[in-house]
């Protein structure tokens, strides 16, 4: 929910707690705030007839702070307090493993939200993901993190473009810092970002792999992991991951045990779960 299109009731909105004024400036409000709507007795509504304006400036009428990176610093201050928060349980370690560089970050003092939250008996985080937003937790997952391609340096990664249906899955540098090199392998095989899932353009040697929305009916969507070749194996094809000759791309092709392109290694894995 974008924090400024919403509207809510004034005297509800006080009584849950307004919002959190440790956080700064802009960024985090909006999920924090849905959170806790979700979990702490509210509901959402969606008003598909409704019509919001929302115009960006040419720049920010206001600063956030001085010093390179000060955008970047108060923008994850406000995630990790999110994040501490809401997240229990096995949550926030898998919060850190998708944004490692909030280790670092300051979340300052959150025990007034917490108490608040121990006040409203909001419901735990599991309830969010069971009956709200059915996102995969870290353990209906067999790996995740990067996949680095043994060949070089290289990540999987889409290209920054995680809002973008249907774009190519491309390699890139990896830099650990999680978001568009972050990916979720399922229980079910599918290979998940934030929001889309491996697909293939085609079932031939040398189709690409794109990211679309799940579909839970398409085989297509379905890799197995040959633990003992590194291979990533598209199931409905039977062809290997590997890497586009002439461009960034990565493909569906001939599976080769000697070719150095078509092995790859994930960042976590997990001992119970065996790939």
Not at 16 to 30: A, P, S, T, V
Not at 31 to 52: A, E, N, Y
Not at 53 to 64: D, G
Not at 113 to 127: S, W
């Amino acid at each position: 929910m974008a924090g400024g299109l919403f509207a809510i009731d004034r005297e509800w909105f006080i009584e849950i707690g307004m919002y959190d004024e440790g956080q700064h400036i802009w960024g985090g409000e909006n999920i924090d705030l849905s959170f806790r709507v979700w979990l702490c007795g509210g509901v959402q509504w969606l008003c598909p007839c409704s019509k919001v304006a929302h115009i960006f400036r040419p720049k920010h009428p206001y600063t956030f702070g001085d010093g390179d990176g000060q955008n970047f610093n108060v923008v994850m201050k406000n995630y990790k307090r999110n994040a501490i928060v809401w997240l229990d349980g096995p949550h926030l370690s898998f919060f850190y493993k998708w944004k490692p560089q909030a280790l670092a970050v300051d979340a300052g003092d959150v025990s007034e939200r917490l108490a608040l939250k121990e006040k409203l008996q909001c419901k735990n985080f599991d309830y969010f993901l069971e009956n709200v937003w059915p996102l995969p937790a870290e353990a209906d997952c067999l790996a995740t993190g990067m996949i680095n391609a043994a060949a070089d340096n290289q990540c999987l990664d889409n290209a920054g473009g995680s809002d973008t249906h249907g774009q190519h899955l491309q390699l890139w540098g990896c830099h650990n810092l999680g978001n568009n090199q972050f990916w979720m392998y399922r229980k079910d095989r599918r290979i998940m970002g934030l929001l889309y899932v491996f697909d293939v353009d085609g079932v031939t040697p040398g189709s690409h792999i794109i990211l679309v929305w799940i579909n839970e009916n398409s085989d297509r969507q379905l890799f197995d992991y040959n633990t003992k070749t590194e291979q990533i194996v598209h199931r409905a094809s039977g062809l290997c991951v590997d890497k586009h000759i002439k461009s960034r791309d990565v493909i569906i092709d001939t599976c080769d045990v000697y070719r150095v392109h078509q092995r790859w290694s994930f960042q976590y894995t997990y001992p119970d779960r065996p790939l």
